[in-house]
Structures are given as structure tokens and as C-alpha cells.
């Protein structure tokens, strides 16, 4: 807020000197960012996305070239319908990923394949993933979210297969909410960091654990004060919104995700964590497309589209908490450092150019509405 009136009296202010209107929306940005100093092109390494969601079948061919345009790599989540549960299925899907990056992109952009941790995924499995080039797996709470009802029921029958990971060097990736029934839904994510992850991380100290779309000052907390080896991706909507998105005039399906929207407080917490500098919190969008009509129904499906916005909007964010300098480290270089990986070395240029973001995109057979449909964008990727 305090942001904002900042902006429009700095904005009026260049106006009345220049006694001049500027013809553009383009224009009236730049002349606001220059009295505040703030720059209008960002040049940084190209980012990577950390975590994602891409379907199958026609719906992955409409998702794939928006993440394969702008990132260099994204960490490809596993829950099909049916999972990801196995090196092989990986590798198959992973050249179905492949098949769909448009061929400009064809050298330039790698998906890194992730396999859905059961209570059954055997210890060998975690060696025939490591032989395959599989990065993470994946833990999903069983019915903790989309498509999660092989997810595991008690990691302690996964033990010998997490420690196989620790040793393999695969990362353990985290959809950190409890499903049970007593808890209140909004208290899902506190809950699993004191009663699941960390006797999870006393049981396997040494493996590497990456806390996915935190959403809470809890995890925040949690995750600054970890060791090393734990880590958090933030999405852009829990840097932007908080809860009130979900009831705005109305019921919002399309703000409706997974970990679900928080008060102001936690946004607040998340969004100063991962424009803090820590090198903990990095870019991970969790775009995760579902098609229009299956989001606005009576039980609508969790998920936010934002691959076509979201580095745009992670660059708005970061520009509300003044902390533009610390977008580079977020996007381009704390996620390849925690999974051991080199950093991109080509660039991307991010200009201030507002935008109209569209109602829809195609999606397979069908439309998707993306984060921030019909509302300004105040940043573009070049
Ligand atoms: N984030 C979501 O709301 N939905 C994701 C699943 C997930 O990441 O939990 C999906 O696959 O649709
Ligand atoms: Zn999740
Ligand atoms: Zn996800």
C-alpha cells in the first residue's frame, strides 16, 4: 500500500514537471519508475522453475512452450493420473515433455523429471531414477491435493527408500499439509511441519528436502532456521494474494490452490522471505493449469495457471518489498545451487511494459484462465 501512494505521487510529480501526458501505459510507468529510480529493464540469468505442473496428452502440448520460452530448465512434477511412480514412466514422460518444447527451444530448454513416492517405492527404484537422470521424488500426503491418492499414508514405511535417496543423492520434494479431517484446513501446513517433516528430518538428517510453495510465516520460520540441506520454493501468488482473492465480491475459483491462500500476515512473512537474500527460497511457480470449466464447478479444482506471468509477476513482487537486487539469486541462481546443478548462463531481459494479461489460453481441447487474468501486468519479459 504504502508502495503504491509512493508510486502515484512520484507519477503525478513527473508529470507536472514534464507538463506533458505521456502517450502510453508504457510510458506512464517509465516516468513513474525514473522519479522513484527504480530501473526500467532488469537483465538477469535465465531462471529456472522449480517446480511445475505440465499434464499429459493435448493440454501438455498448449502448456509446455510457455515455461520453455522464458526458463532454461523446470522441475517436472509427477501426479498423473495415473502417477509418476517409477524411473521408466519418467523417462517416457520426459520424452513426451520433450516432443512438446517448441523446436526453438528444442537445445535450449531441459525438464528435470521428478518420480510420486508411495508407501510401495522400493529402495531400488531410488537407483533406477538416480541411473535415469530423475532429480527429486515426490511426497504427496495421500489426498493432500490434485491428484494425490497414491501419495503415502506414513513416511515411516518409506524409511529405508528415503535414506536410499540421501545416499543417491535425489532430493525429497515436499506438498507439506496434513489431510486429516480435524484439522482446519487453513492449519494443514503448520500442522505437517511440527507432527510430519521434522521427525521426517530427524528420521533422514541428511537428506535434501526442497518445502514446496510455502505459504505460511510458519514455514518461513521453519525452513530460515533449518540446516543446509532444507530449502523452500515460494509461488508467485503467495508473494501477491492473500485469502481475501478467494472471496473478492464473490467465490473465486480461480484463486483457489493448493496449499490454500493465507491471511495478509503469512503472505507478508512469505513474500520477506524470499526477497530476503537467503539463499533458501527459490522460484517455483507450481503452475498448475486446469481446464476453465473443471476450476468453476461445484467442486472446483486446485490449481493456478501462471506460467505465462509468472516471472513478471515474481519481478512486481520483489519490486513491492523494494528488493528488485535479490530477484537474480531467486530466480537463476538458489535453485541450481540446491540441487547441485551449474547456473544458466544466457540472460532474459525483463522490461517494465505493463500488459493486459489474457482471459484465456488454449488448453488442449479447452481454455485455461491464467493468474492475473484481465488485470495488468506491470513488467514484460522481452
Ligand atoms: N497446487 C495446486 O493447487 N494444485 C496442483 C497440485 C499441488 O501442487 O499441490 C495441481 O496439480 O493441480
Ligand atoms: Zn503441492
Ligand atoms: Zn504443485
Given at each position: 500500500m504504502q508502495r503504491c501512494a509512493t508510486f502515484a505521487r512520484s507519477y503525478?510529480?513527473?508529470?507536472?514537471?514534464?507538463?506533458?501526458?505521456?502517450?502510453?501505459?508504457?510510458?506512464?510507468?517509465?516516468?513513474?519508475?525514473?522519479?522513484?529510480?527504480?530501473?526500467?529493464?532488469?537483465?538477469?540469468?535465465?531462471?529456472?522453475?522449480?517446480?511445475?505442473?505440465?499434464?499429459?496428452?493435448?493440454?501438455?502440448?498448449?502448456?509446455?512452450?510457455?515455461?520453455?520460452?522464458?526458463?532454461?530448465?523446470?522441475?517436472?512434477?509427477?501426479?498423473?493420473?495415473?502417477?509418476?511412480?517409477?524411473?521408466a514412466a519418467a523417462v517416457d514422460y520426459r520424452s513426451r515433455v520433450l516432443a512438446a518444447v517448441p523446436?526453438?527451444?528444442?537445445?535450449?530448454?531441459?525438464?528435470?523429471?521428478?518420480?510420486?513416492?508411495?508407501?510401495n517405492t522400493a529402495p531400488e527404484e531410488v537407483l533406477r531414477a538416480k541411473e535415469a537422470g530423475v532429480v527429486a521424488f515426490k511426497l504427496y500426503p495421500a489426498g493432500a491435493t490434485t491428484n494425490s491418492d497414491s501419495g503415502v499414508t506414513d513416511f515411516t514405511k518409506c524409511l529405508p527408500t528415503l535414506k536410499a535417496m540421501a545416499e543417491a543423492g535425489l532430493l525429497l520434494l515436499v506438498h507439506g499439509e496434513v489431510t486429516d479431517s480435524h484439522v482446519d484446513f487453513f492449519d494443514r501446513e503448520?500442522?505437517?511441519?511440527?507432527?510430519?517433516?521434522?521427525?521426517?528430518?530427524?528420521?533422514?538428517?541428511?537428506?535434501?528436502?526442497?518445502?514446496?510453495?510455502?505459504?505460511?510465516?510458519?514455514?518461513?520460520?521453519?525452513?530460515?532456521?533449518?540446516?543446509?540441506?532444507?530449502?523452500?520454493?515460494?509461488?508467485?501468488?503467495?508473494?501477491?494474494?492473500?485469502?481475501?482473492?478467494?472471496?473478492?465480491?464473490?467465490?473465486?475459483?480461480?484463486?483457489?490452490?493448493?496449499?490454500?491462500?493465507?491471511?495478509?500476515?503469512?503472505?507478508?512473512?512469505?513474500?520477506?522471505?524470499?526477497?530476503?537474500?537467503?539463499?533458501?527460497?527459490?522460484?517455483?511457480?507450481?503452475?498448475?493449469?486446469?481446464?476453465?470449466?473443471?476450476?468453476?464447478?461445484?467442486c472446483g479444482c486446485a490449481g493456478l495457471f501462471s506460467a505465462p506471468v509468472a516471472l513478471a509477476l515474481y519481478a512486481h513482487a520483489f519490486e513491492q518489498a523494494d528488493a528488485l537486487q535479490h530477484l537474480e539469486a531467486f530466480a537463476s541462481f538458489n535453485g541450481p545451487d540446491f540441487y547441485g546443478l551449474p547456473r544458466n548462463t544466457d540472460k532474459v531481459t525483463l522490461r517494465r511494459q505493463p500488459w493486459a494479461v489474457p482471459?484465456?489460453?488454449?488448453?488442449?481441447?479447452?481454455?485455461?484462465?491464467?493468474?492475473?487474468?484481465g488485470q495488468q501486468c506491470p513488467w514484460s519479459v522481452v
Open positions: 503525478s510529480a513527473a508529470v507536472r514537471q514534464r507538463r506533458c501526458y505521456p502517450a502510453s501505459r508504457r510510458h506512464l510507468a517509465q516516468a513513474a519508475a525514473a522519479a522513484s529510480g527504480a530501473p526500467d529493464e532488469l537483465v538477469i540469468t535465465r531462471p529456472d522453475d522449480w517446480h511445475l505442473h505440465l499434464r499429459d496428452g493435448a493440454g501438455l502440448q498448449s502448456v509446455v512452450p510457455h515455461t520453455a520460452h522464458t526458463y532454461g530448465r523446470a522441475v517436472i512434477m509427477p501426479n498423473l493420473v495415473p502417477p509418476i511412480t517409477t524411473a523446436s526453438s527451444r528444442s537445445a535450449a530448454f531441459t525438464p528435470l523429471m521428478t518420480c510420486y513416492l508411495t508407501d503448520k500442522v505437517f511441519i511440527e507432527s510430519k517433516l521434522k521427525p521426517l528430518l530427524d528420521a533422514v538428517p541428511e537428506l535434501r528436502v526442497v518445502m514446496e510453495h510455502i505459504t505460511t510465516r510458519d514455514a518461513a520460520e521453519f525452513v530460515a532456521a533449518a540446516p543446509a540441506n532444507v530449502a523452500a520454493s515460494v509461488t508467485p501468488q503467495h508473494m501477491l494474494m492473500n485469502r481475501n482473492a478467494l472471496f473478492q465480491g464473490g467465490l473465486r475459483p480461480h484463486a483457489f490452490c493448493l496449499p490454500i491462500l493465507k491471511r495478509e500476515e503469512h503472505r507478508v512473512a512469505v513474500a520477506a522471505a524470499a526477497t530476503s537474500g537467503s539463499s533458501k527460497f527459490f522460484l517455483g511457480t507450481d503452475s498448475a493449469p486446469h481446464p476453465k470449466h473443471a476450476k468453476e464447478s461445484a482471459e484465456t489460453y488454449e488448453f488442449g481441447e479447452s481454455v485455461v484462465v491464467p493468474m492475473w487474468a
